[in-house]
């Protein structure tokens, strides 16, 4: 166990890792389902069977879900695994910190992950094309979200184990 965090913030840690997980399968179930349709256009999204619909949903959804949950609660922990001060830090500075420590890219890509969710998931029956557009997006960005939680996953679980 690792001496920084206490056993019920790791306990809080595991669990949220658990359902970090579950969204990170709900995404690539809903990503494999689609991606038969992938691109989208105006025409393939008016002519999507009710599934294929739901799966759209269930991929924004997720994929939001995701990226909050690892923001908001998991994105601390790493920080205070890493010695990290976060008590009245931003959320903006927490990403910087995470930039340094190298477990982002940068903390813009992040930003642009809750941009990509919040778009997509707004309905544009008047603009098929837009909202072609935002599925693709997170079409795209789901897999590099995954690829993420993976390596991060990882990275969590041997700090811990320790």
């Not at 693709?136 to 979200?145: A, G, I």
């Amino acid at each position: 166990m690792n001496a920084q965090l206490k056993d019920n913030d790791l306990n809080a840690l595991k669990s949220t890792i658990e359902i970090c997980t579950i969204h990170k399968e709900r995404i690539q179930m809903a990503y494999e389902t689609l991606s038969e349709n992938f691109p989208f256009t105006a025409n393939k999204i008016k002519n999507l069977t009710p599934l294929d619909l739901g799966m759209a949903e269930l991929l924004i959804n997720r994929f939001s879900k995701l990226q909050d949950t690892i923001g908001d609660k998991i994105f601390p922990y790493v920080l205070i695994l890493f010695g990290e001060n976060i008590y009245q830090k931003s959320f903006i500075d927490r990403l910087n910190m995470l930039e340094k420590l190298g477990i982002i890219e940068n903390a813009e890509q992040w930003q642009a992950y809750r941009s990509a969710g919040s778009a997509a998931a707004h309905e544009y029956p008047d603009n098929l094309s837009l909202m072609a557009e935002n599925l693709n997006h997170v079409m795209v960005l789901s897999q590099e979200l995954v690829q993420f939680w993976t390596k991060l996953n990882h990275l969590i679980l041997s700090k811990i184990e320790k």
